[in-house]
């Protein structure tokens, strides 16, 4: 069992920087892929970021450049550094922990959500 608590979220304005930190608790941190994923009102919750066990990362299109994804494994931690900032990067960040195991298992655990809105 993993347990995922966000935080950092905020109000910030366009060209704005935020970090947002999600530490896990539980066992086997590192053996999990870790990701960000944000759901805006009205729309459906799409992948921002990933890294994985082996610190692989990837990013979605529209924060390419701009985000940067990073995981701390001896503080159990995934962190999203967010920079230049724009009012449709307004939503609720949930951070995600994903692990797949030889015979097939897989565990998949989120974390509650914190809210990022980008506004002058």
Same mark, same amino acid.
């Given at each position: 069992?993993?347990?995922?608590? $966000? @935080?950092?979220?905020? +109000?910030?304005?366009?060209?704005? @920087? +935020? /970090? +947002?930190? %999600? ?6 941190? /590192? @053996? *999990?892929?870790?990701?960000? *994923? ?6 459906? /919750? $799409? ?8 610190? /692989?990362?990837? #990013?979605? $299109? ?6 940067s994804i990073a995981r701390d494994n001896a503080k159990n931690t995934v962190y +999203? ?6 009012? $449709?990067?307004?939503?609720? *960040?949930? %951070? ?10 897989? #565990?998949?655990?989120?974390?509650q959500g914190t809210q990022v809105t980008v506004s002058s």
């Open positions: 069992q993993v347990q995922l608590v $966000e @935080s950092g979220g905020g +109000l910030v304005q366009p060209g704005g @920087s +935020l /970090r +947002l930190s %999600c530490a896990a608790s539980g066992s086997s941190f /590192r @053996s *999990y892929a870790m990701g960000w *994923y944000r759901q805006a009102p009205g729309k459906q /919750r $799409e992948l921002v970021a990933s890294v994985t066990d082996s610190g /692989r990362t990837n #990013y979605a $299109e529209s924060v390419k450049g701009r985000f +999203l550094q967010m920079n230049s900032l724009k009012s $449709e990067d307004t939503a609720v *960040y949930y %951070c995600n922990a994903d692990r797949l195991l030889a015979d097939g298992t897989r #565990y998949i655990y989120w974390g």
